[in-house]
């Protein structure tokens, strides 16, 4: 039964994994840094989108000239120094031991509400569980919005799906191809991630609100995707996933349901604080197949 915590302290590391991997969703409210984080993004955004309203700038630019600023921005966002350590230390104050943790790159996410100005990887995401590509069940994942978010404006999430199956197209979905084709410059013809195939009910969706300053913490393996039916303003959050050791080491794992991609992808993380990657410490303590599908999830 997924449960949902408001929390005003810091969790240990073993309470975060003990929650989160087993299915429970996480909530800080105002937390310090990320009050900061957000004060700093919003100039940034004011100035790359050239914009005094971020929330409706895209009713008063061009689509095409939209998705390029936002581009822009999206590569400043994850190079700035104030954002990604405001990110870092965001996490830490809700628990999160650096020391003992890998994080892949921070993300900003913006979600236009006009399908005009959206793009690849600017645009609402479906349902998915972010395991169905990393094939890591000790993966936590961290967002947080910039702006005030609403019921019809937020991420949602499917938590009668936390451990049942739904047909997907993640035994299709190779990471390595997607890789190749991102260095020849044709990855806008894979899929950015693995999807379901067959419709989830609107009811089953459970939209969560939160405020600039919130952080919300959950597991990999959570359905979860995009609310965008405001059809007036953008929605802008940030985002990064997190493994930690000390998870692997007390046995913390997500079930793996429906999962089928063909390798685990440590790739994506690096330490949070001297950079090395993931890869070698996780196939050590892990070992390098998938995860198992539970016997009684057969799709």
Not at 73 to 91: E, H, S
Not at 191 to 199: A, G, S
């Amino acid at each position: 039964m997924v449960a949902l915590h408001v929390v005003d302290r810091a969790l240990s590391a073993e309470e975060l994994g003990r929650l989160t991997l087993s299915g429970d969703l996480v909530i800080w409210r105002q937390v310090p840094a990320l009050l900061a984080l957000c004060a700093h993004a919003d100039a940034m955004i004011r100035a790359g989108l050239q914009d005094a309203e971020p929330l409706t700038a895209e009713t008063r630019i061009d689509g095409t000239d939209y998705v390029k600023r936002v581009r822009r921005l999206r590569a400043q966002f994850k190079d700035d120094a104030a954002i990604t350590g405001g990110f870092k230390q965001a996490m830490i104050e809700c628990g999160l031991a650096a020391a003992d943790s890998y994080w892949d790159p921070l993300q900003l996410r913006v979600v236009p509400s006009q399908t005009s100005h959206q793009a690849r990887r600017i645009w609402p995401l479906p349902p998915h569980r972010d395991n169905w590509g990393s094939n890591i069940p000790q993966q936590i994942n961290w967002w947080a919005p910039l702006y005030p978010c609403a019921a019809d404006r937020t991420i949602t999430f499917y938590p009668g799906f936390w451990d049942e199956p739904v047909a997907n197209t993640s035994g299709e979905w190779d990471f390595e191809v997607l890789k190749r084709l991102m260095a020849e410059g044709k990855a806008d013809s894979y899929p950015v991630l693995p999807v379901p195939t067959e419709d989830l009910p609107v009811s089953a969706g459970m939209p969560l609100v939160l405020q600039p300053g919130d952080m919300l913490a959950f597991s990999g393996q959570h359905m979860h995707g995009s609310i965008a039916r405001d059809k007036t303003l953008a929605r802008f959050s940030t985002e990064s996933r997190t493994v930690s050791l000390s998870h692997i080491a007390a046995g913390f794992a997500a079930p793996n349901v429906d999962g089928r991609a063909p390798r685990v992808v440590p790739d994506w993380f690096e330490h949070m604080q001297d950079g090395t990657p993931l890869a070698e410490t996780y196939f050590r303590l892990a070992g390098d197949q998938p995860p198992p599908i539970k016997m009684d999830a057969a799709l």
